[in-house]
């Protein structure tokens, strides 16, 4: 029998992490809850999960500073739960490096949804064939992208979105087509795309400022052009 996937949930209410915890049990999960963000550091610094859940606001030990932590070393998918619903609060989360997020108070059949989400497209697409693109090498399966002889290290959603824009390379898509093909959100904060975007120029272009890759499409959204202008991302 193959294992339960497993998660952590590090949740400073009580009463919110025993329902996540018992919703994600529910759902098929191997489970292991945390009351504070030290507690959880040092558990996670030995023994990572297959998704994180962390609430941001946590005594001691931050969720975003958790987040810095595991993303330094891992791209295991992080979930961040916040209190703060304002766009900026929520790009904070993302810069930190969580690949999702869920305003407080959330619907846990939601927050079962999402963690699906990130466990299925951590899983890969067993069977599909490397491919290269522009001056990048693609393992879907292996969920691993090089650049020429270097690996670039990517979070899950980082990877998501790059794959999805490679597959489709000169294709324009929109803040909006993209929420739904790489986060499956037919609605949603299309500045979740913006920071992603950023994120990845910082790891695939020369000069992440001026783009010669992933490009902005001024009015309609982004494309991947694999051309570039002659340079070679590094």
Known sequence: MAAQPSVVVVEDDATVRTVVAEY?????????????????????????????????????????????????????????????????????????????????????????????????????AAGSSDFSVGPLRVDPAGRRVWNGADEVVLTAREYDLLLHLARHPERVFTRDELLQAVWGWTFGDAS???????????????????????????????RFVPAGDGHVAR
């Open 24 to 124: 994600l049990r529910a759902d098929g999960y191997d489970v292991v809850a945390y009351s504070d963000g030290s507690t959880a550091l040092a558990a996670l610094a030995s023994d990572l999960p297959d998704v994180l859940v962390i609430d941001r606001m946590l005594p001691g030990v931050s969720g975003d500073e958790l987040c810095i932590d595991v993303r330094r070393r891992s791209d295991v998918p992080v979930l961040m739960l916040t209190a703060r619903g304002s766009v900026e609060d929520r790009i904070g989360g993302l810069e930190r490096g969580a690949d999702d997020y869920l305003t407080k108070p959330f619907a846990m059949r939601e927050l079962q949804l999402r963690v699906r989400a990130l466990l299925r497209r951590r899983v890969g």
């Open 192 to 222: 979740t795309v913006t920071v992603h975007v950023r994120r990845l120029r910082e790891k695939i272009e020369v000069d992440p400022g001026s783009p010669v890759y992933l490009r902005t499409v001024w009015g309609a959204g982004y």
